[in-house]
């Protein structure tokens, strides 16, 4: 009898326990944008969030999962394909916010992968509402608003860029004459593409955190700053029938031909002074 109490006991307080540990990490839901991050470079970043955080929630968000659906189902990811009702509209980003805030009452925690400066005010909003928030992004190309928003950064690599950057390094150790690589307007088929669809995103997000619309002039003064070595004179784009490469004769057709942002004059501006304002197509 006495021994029978004291495996009860012992259950009670295994059981007690087990109870206690579970319950101490945060639960955290874990949004990836799988438009602006491929999930693959989120993985081990991942892996480091489930030693810290009970992460019970795991979804990956595009409009389309052509590669790396592979690395969803070896992360316990559940991949969420959205459909824009309206041509243009950013169905991913409204799909994974309503997603959020949907889980406010669950989560301790949230976890966004993506540099995309929209999601500030979601971030902003889960923060007023006592969660801890955290970001996933590259070091370059994440919007300095989810940086100075969330509690923690959690840089990853970009496997491109970093090969890049180790080439030139090795190149300028060997003497190597630096490459002007050239530039297309099929962005993302090349790593000096990619490179340059980052720039200008950068300094789109940079330029959105500040209380004014962007304009043309405001952009070209921004990235001219943070790109000290930026020529236009480097860049060549594929233009007409049959496609020839085109030199842009200016800043404003840099980018157009870039084929990133939507420009719509602004009224009252004309002539050598005519000025756009940008969105993102």
């Avoid at 109490?5 to 101490?24: E, F, I, K, P, Q």
């Amino acid at each position: 009898m006495q021994f029978g109490d004291r495996t009860v006991g012992l259950r009670t307080r295994l059981t007690h326990s087990d109870a206690s540990s579970a319950t101490s990490r945060k639960r955290l839901a874990l949004f990836i944008d799988a438009d602006n991050i491929p999930v693959n470079s989120v993985l081990e970043v991942i892996s480091r969030l489930e030693i810290r955080f009970d992460l019970y929630y795991r979804r990956a968000y595009a409009s389309g999962f052509n590669s790396g659906v592979e690395f969803l189902g070896q992360s316990g990811i559940k991949p969420v394909q959205t459909f824009p009702s309206v041509q243009g509209r950013a169905a991913t980003d409204v799909t994974l916010v309503v997603d959020a805030m949907s889980e406010i009452g669950r989560a301790d925690a949230f976890c966004l992968a993506s540099g995309d400066g929209d999601y500030a005010e979601l971030l902003q909003r889960l923060r007023e509402n006592g969660k801890h928030v955290l970001v996933i992004g590259r070091a370059v190309g994440t919007s300095a608003a989810l940086r100075a928003i969330c509690n923690e950064f959690l840089e990853i690599d970009d496997p491109q860029t970093g090969t890049d950057s180790r080439k030139q390094v090795r190149d300028a150790k060997e003497g190597a004459a630096p490459r002007v690589a050239e530039k297309s307007n099929s962005l993302g088929e090349r790593v000096d593409a990619k490179n340059l669809k980052e720039d200008l995103m950068r300094t789109f997000h940079i330029l959105r955190t500040l209380p004014i619309q962007v304009t043309m002039r405001h952009f070209a003064l921004k990235h001219h700053e943070l790109n000290a070595e930026f020529s236009i004179k480097n860049y060549r784009f594929l233009k007409g029938n049959p496609p020839t490469y085109h030199q842009p004769c200016d800043f404003t057709d840099f980018i157009r031909s870039s084929n990133i942002f939507k420009l719509a004059r602004i009224p009252g501006t004309r002539g050598t002074a005519v000025d756009y304002f940008l969105t993102i197509k």
